[in-house]
């Protein structure tokens, strides 16, 4: 399982990753792994502001609906709108075009872990 060193990850399973003023969120290979094949993609509206926990969206599986929640509080700046017709890029490609929304806010006072403290994370969980 790819887990990159360039991200940071939420113990609920999304990756963050800082640019700029902004922050792309996504699922983690493990999480979309979980799911299945993801079938359909619920994203928030741009301009919708979040706190850190909330519900942002959800992810359709032939398995399950799962949400994806805010690592972050900050506003929706853009969505992947690829996903509205290619929902599957979230397994295919969970950390490069399968990105779900970019948010303005910075992850300073966010409980994040690195690669490798994901990692652990996941060997514990799953123990």
Known sequence: ???????????????????????SVGISHYAQDQLGEVVYVELPEVGTAFAVGDELGTLE?????S???????????????RLEDEPNLVNDDPYGNGWLVKLSGSAEGGEFLDAA???EFLEQESA
């Open 61 to 65: 599986s032939v398995k399950a609906v």
């Open 67 to 81: 949400e994806f929640l805010a690592p972050v509080a900050g506003e929706v700046l853009e969505v992947n709108t």
């Open 117 to 119: 403290g994901y990692k």
């Open 1 to 23: 399982m790819t887990i990159p060193v360039d991200l940071m990850y939420a113990r609920s399973h999304e990756w963050i990753k800082i640019e700029g003023d902004s922050v």
